[in-house]
């Protein structure tokens, strides 16, 4: 929702806020992921690519680059 990206964005640990409060499932799900020996592998598309070649990156920018990574 706009209220929780508001919060995201604006937390001094947009991380933890996105997982712990955004998304309080995702720790389980990754649990369920390793029982089952689901093999992951993330890929980053183009826009992702690109930021992470960025020297300079806006806030939103970077917390978009350390979700993904």
């Given at each position: ?26 720790e389980r ?29 806006s806030r ?10």
């Amino acid at each position: 929702s706009p209220e929780q990206e508001e919060n995201v964005l604006g937390s001094p640990d947009p991380l933890t806020q996105l997982f712990d409060v955004v998304a309080p499932e995702f720790e389980r799900m990754l649990d369920r992921l390793v029982t089952a020996d689901v093999v992951m592998v993330p890929t980053l598309d183009q826009i992702v690519g690109g930021l992470y070649k960025k020297s300079k990156r806006s806030r939103v920018e970077q917390i978009v680059l350390d979700v993904h990574i």
